[in-house]
């Protein structure tokens, strides 16, 4: 059962797929037809679920689930994991590779591979104030609060010298 983003309570579960690159104008009316359709017939073992998504700087895709309303199952996860994988494959963008990293620079968004992100840090062209985006958040006001941040706030300051 679709709901609007910005009615799902503050607990619920989010998951945030970086793509790649920036999906275009064209992609995000898709994935959001696609998410919509979905989402409203997204289940667990039968009984609805109410979720929703919001699309990031036409990068980033965030799930989520109304866990008050119905918990999610290992089913339903994996239902939600199918859907992102068809999306994969119908815009030939990655969205699931755990192993890019996402930062600012400026204005840009630049992906790249952790072991890039290392090295940058290494070279001091990623700081502890650089803007990174922490993907590994898992409620709605993580999402809100924590998932934007500087690198000495996330998971990222281990890299930082």
Known sequence: MFTEYNNLPSNSRVWVYQA???FSIEEVEYICAKAILFI??????GDDLKGSFTIKYNQFL???VDEGF???????????????QELEKELRIDLMNKMNVSFKDGDNINVVKLADFQQL??????TSKTIVFNNMIDTKADFETNWEVTADKSWHKRFLV
């Open 121 to 126: 840090a290494k070279d001091k062209k990623i």
């Open 62 to 64: 965030v799930l989520g």
């Open 40 to 45: 409203d017939n997204w289940t667990r073992h």
């Open 70 to 84: 119905n918990n999610v199952s290992g089913c339903s996860i994996d239902s939600s994991v199918h859907f992102v």
């Open 20 to 22: 790649d690159r920036e």
